[in-house]
């Protein structure tokens, strides 16, 4: 094996609001009691199922809130999904995770390279700058640069053919994350900070320690 292929987005950097918080938050304001937990797995499901990012936004994909309601059982007039989808959902405001520097460094010692395998648009760039990631990094494999999104296999594909052979991918969402690895043959860990996906057991952690751990069990290190 010769790689770790990571997520960036509430794996290694955490925002402020979550994306799906502040997707929560707007459909809370226009009247829906909903639940953050159900926002999410929704939202993710949908998300699950695009894999080109919208000329407009730039690496990423739109909401479509009709299906998003849909999923989550409720009804909104056009008013409120024209209203909804007019707006932007992306925090500018982020930090590192407290185990993601230890995590990073621990993969370096095991002497595998790291590749950042992310949906994201063209700041990831300047995030990854600004958090000093890049000092661990030894390939990015963007979206906005790529113009596939996971859980498209040929986002891993490429990742793979950069860091010259297999590996394992960790990232927060089963349904890019995981789903778009298995896609490409590749080995997947959930990283499931919050229990967002009580029903998944197994190759499963809730922070990047475990993870580190899950790994060198599965390398017999």
């Known amino acids: 094996m010769k790689a770790i292929f990571v997520d960036m ?3 290694l950097v955490k925002f402020t609001p979550r ?3 502040a997707v929560t938050n707007a459909i809370r304001e226009k009247g829906f009691d909903v639940d953050e937990r159900e926002v999410f797995r929704a939202l993710m499901q949908q998300l699950g199922n ?7 936004v730039g690496g990423l994909s739109n909401i479509d809130f009709r299906d998003l309601f849909y999923r989550l059982g409720l009804v909104a007039n056009d008013k409120v999904i024209k209203d909804l989808e007019s707006r932007s959902y ?3 405001k982020y930090e590192l995770f407290d ?3 230890p995590f990073l460094e621990e993969v370096k010692k095991m002497g595998l390279k790291v590749i950042l395998v992310s949906n994201a648009t063209s700041s990831i760039h300047k995030i990854i700058r600004e958090l000093n990631l890049i ?6 494999v963007a979206s906005c640069d790529l113009g596939v999104m996971k859980p498209h296999p040929k986002i ?3 990742a793979k053919r950069m860091a010259g052979g297999d590996g394992i991918h960790i990232g927060d969402v089963y349904e890019i994350d995981v789903v778009g690895a298995r896609r ?4 997947a860990i959930l990283l499931d900070r919050f229990n967002y996906y009580p029903e998944i057991k197994e190759n499963k952690v809730n922070n990047l320690l475990q993870a580190v751990k899950l790994i060198k069990e599965k390398l017999n290190y």
């Open 135 to 140: 000092k661990y990094l030894d390939g990015i």
């Open 156 to 158: 891993f594909y490429y």
């Open 184 to 187: 490409a043959y590749l080995d």
């Open 9 to 11: 987005g509430e794996t």
């Open 50 to 56: 695009h894999h080109f990012p919208h000329p407009e």
């Open 90 to 92: 992306l925090s500018n």
């Open 19 to 21: 994306y799906y918080e």
């Open 99 to 101: 185990d993601a520097i």
